[in-house]
């Protein structure tokens, strides 16, 4: 079993920058990929991110734009989320996530294994 821990989520206003923050631990050895995906009020869960878990290849969401950057740390077992020029678009809530295999389709809830119990981000305009 993997656990997730989400942190660095808050209130930041429009142009801002947060940096989330997950951070794993049990089965560490397992984890393939991690990703982000986030959640707004009576929408469904929607993409933001993944990487290989040793680094390297990244996937984002469309809406994503170069304003997101996602990485990883293995020696702390932490994955990032560095999330510039915020938008109020931008508020939900964020959730990570973690595979133990390769993803066919970055995109798809179902493709994760385990699951951070989310962090709240809002951007005022």
């Known amino acids: 079993q993997v656990q997730l821990v989400e942190s660095g989520g808050g209130l930041v206003q429009a142009g801002g920058s947060l940096r989330l923050s997950c951070a794993a631990s049990?089965?560490?050895?397992?984890?393939?990929?991690m990703g982000w995906f986030r959640q707004a009020p009576a929408k469904e869960r929607e993409f933001v991110a993944v990487i290989r878990w040793s680094g390297g290849r990244r996937y984002y969401g469309d809406f994503v734009k170069g304003r997101f950057t996602i990485s990883t740390d293995n020696a702390k077992n932490t994955a990032y989320l560095q999330m510039n020029s915020l938008k109020p678009e931008d508020t939900a809530v964020y959730y990570c996530a973690a595979t133990r295999t390769a993803i066919k389709s970055p995109g798809s809830k179902s493709e994760y294994d385990y699951w951070g119990q989310g962090t709240q981000v809002t951007v005022s305009s």
């Open positions: 049990g089965r560490t050895d397992s984890i393939y990929g």
